[in-house]
C-alpha cells in the first residue's frame, strides 16, 4: 500500500551543526506534505509544511526540501540545538481539510552537547 | 492557537474493563477528529476518522466493537477501549483539524497500561 517512510532511524548531531532529515514517500497523489517533532510522552508538534507546487520551504532554523521528481523530501535544522532533540516524523496528506494524516516512520534525533 | 485537550494523560486499567479517552477542541470547533495509535519506538497509526453526528470511520484491521468512538458535539470526541486486554496497552493520541498552521492540532496523547 502506500506508505511514507524515513531512511534513518536515529541520528546524532553535534550541537551547533546542521542536522538533515530525510524522507521518502510512495503515494504519488499527495500534494501536501507535513514535519513533526515528537516529544518524549507528548503529542506531534508542527514544524513546518510544504505543498506539492513547491521545492522549497523555509521557517525559522528549519527548511524543507521537495523533490517530486524521486518522491524525497527533507528537513534541515539549522544550528541544532539540545532542545531539538526528539523525533522527527514526515507526514503527508491531501489538501482540502479534513483528510486523514499519514505518518512516516520516524527519525530520532540526538544532539551532542 | 489552536488547543486540543486530551484526557486523562496516563491510565491503568486491569484486563477484561474498559477504558474512555477524551479529546477535547478548546478554542475552535472541530467536525473532524481523528485517533491514532502509537506504539514504543514507532509511527503514529490511524485508526479512525471521528466525524460529528455520523459514524466513525475506521482504518482497515481496526476493530470498531473493540474501540468504539463517539463524536457527540463539536468540541469531544471519545475513544472507549472495550474489554481490554494487555495488547492494547499503547498510547494513544487524537488530533483534530483546527484550520490553523498545518491544520491539525494534536494531543498530548494517553498512556493505556492494561494488566
Known amino acids: 500500500g502506500e506508505s511514507v517512510g524515513l531512511h534513518l532511524p536515529t541520528l546524532s548531531v553535534q550541537e551547533g551543526d546542521n542536522s538533515i532529515i530525510n524522507c521518502a514517500y510512495s503515494n504519488s497523489a499527495s500534494d501536501y506534505f507535513i514535519w513533526y517533532k515528537q516529544e518524549s510522552g507528548k503529542g506531534p508538534q508542527f514544524i513546518i509544511d510544504i505543498r506539492s507546487n513547491m521545492d522549497k520551504r523555509q521557517g525559522q532554523r528549519v527548511t524543507v526540501l521537495l523533490n517530486k521528481t524521486v518522491k524525497h523530501l527533507s528537513l534541515q535544522i539549522a544550528a541544532t540545538q539540545p532542545g531539538d532533540s526528539a523525533v522527527y516524523f514526515c507526514a503527508e496528506n491531501r489538501l482540502g481539510g479534513y483528510q486523514k494524516v499519514t505518518f512516516g516512520t520516524g527519525t530520532k534525533l540526538q544532539v551532542i552537547p | 492557537g489552536a488547543v486540543v485537550s486530551q484526557h486523562p494523560s496516563r491510565v491503568i486499567c486491569k484486563s477484561g474493563t474498559s477504558v474512555k479517552i477524551e479529546c477535547r477542541s478548546l478554542?475552535?470547533?472541530?467536525?473532524?477528529m481523528f485517533w491514532y495509535r502509537q506504539f514504543p519506538k514507532k509511527s503514529l497509526m490511524l485508526m479512525a476518522t471521528?466525524?460529528?453526528?455520523?459514524?466513525?470511520?475506521?482504518e482497515q484491521g481496526v476493530e470498531k466493537d473493540k474501540f468504539l468512538i463517539n463524536h457527540a458535539s463539536l468540541t469531544l470526541s471519545t475513544l472507549t477501549v472495550t474489554s481490554a486486554h494487555p495488547e492494547d496497552s499503547s498510547f494513544y493520541i487524537c488530533s483534530a483539524y483546527s484550520g490553523t498552521g498545518d491544520g491539525y492540532t494534536f494531543g498530548s496523547g494517553t498512556r493505556l497500561t492494561v494488566v
Open positions: 471521528s466525524n460529528e453526528g455520523s459514524k466513525a470511520t475506521y
Open positions: 478554542d475552535f470547533q472541530a467536525t473532524t
